[in-house]
T-cell receptor
Framework: AQTVTQSQPEMSVQEAETVTLSCTYDTSESDYYLFWYKQPPSRQMILVIRQEAYKQQNATENRFSVNFQKAAKSFSLKISDSQLGDAAMYFCAHDGVSGNTPLVFGKGTRLSVIA | DTGVSQDPRHKITKRGQNVTFRCDPISEHNRLYWYRQTLGQGPEFLTYFQNEAQLEKSRLLSDRFSAERPKGSFSTLEIQRTEQGDSAMYLC???????????FGDGTRLSIL
């Protein structure tokens, strides 16, 4: 069974600083996708970044980047130059390429940004 | 792109009543997903459709739950004989296909009295 573990229930960062959110996963799939979703207090989930497991290059989207370690099954999210609007719940998620497994989410990390 | 729309935003009902939620996906998204999210947890998969076909159902989806997507556009999720444990946020998402990013709606928060 696919599992996703986020070991940091809460994190905080000073505005303009950098923070890293951790995620580990377990899967029986040989190929898969990994995602980070953001859920602000308004509750709508928003896709932050997506990584295809067969690509060795780490995905980057503006201030957001990932450190994907396939052998270690680790997928951390780095947020640079943190902004007040980055405060939210962040969920790591896994999706198998075959489509036979549903999107599996971790329990989330609540990020606070301190002005 | 008007986004995924869910109705109602909040539903309060008495235990034992039936409730129905509606989800309108992004147009031309052929995949539609339902999730349940309780406080302090990540979303848990319930079921998904490709067009009008319901392709997978989680074991979380008891016999009291039923979902439909009759014309491959909007979907409904019905819960019969609601129980206290059904209190949660019910999220709908849609995607353009296999392994494409899922776009989520605002959710329907169900409160059972």
């Amino acid at each position: 069974a696919q599992t996703v573990t986020q070991s940091q229930p809460e994190m905080s960062v000073q505005e303009a600083e950098t923070v890293t959110l951790s995620c580990t996963y377990d899967t029986s799939e040989s190929d898969y996708y990994l995602f980070w979703y953001k859920q602000p207090p308004s509750r709508q989930m928003i896709l932050v970044i997506r990584q295809e497991a067969y690509k060795q290059q780490n995905a980057t989207e503006n201030r957001f980047s990932v450190n994907f370690q396939k052998a270690a099954k680790s997928f951390s999210l780095k947020i640079s130059d943190s902004q007040l609007g980055d405060a939210a719940m962040y969920f790591c998620a896994h999706d198998g390429v075959s489509g036979n497994t549903p999107l599996v989410f971790g329990k989330g990390t609540r990020l606070s940004v301190i002005a | 792109d008007t986004g995924v729309s869910q109705d109602p935003r909040h539903k309060i009902t008495k235990r034992g009543q039936n409730v129905t939620f509606r989800c309108d996906p992004i147009s031309e998204h052929n995949r539609l997903y339902w999730y349940r999210q309780t406080l302090g947890q990540g979303p848990e998969f319930l079921t998904y459709f490709q067009n009008e076909a319901q392709l997978e159902k989680s074991r979380l989806l008891s016999d009291r739950f039923s979902a439909e997507r009759p014309k491959g556009s909007f979907s409904t999720l019905e819960i019969q004989r609601t129980e206290q444990g059904d209190s949660a946020m019910y999220l709908c998402a849609s995607s353009q296909g296999l392994n494409q990013p899922q776009h989520f709606g605002d959710g329907t928060r169900l409160s059972i009295l």
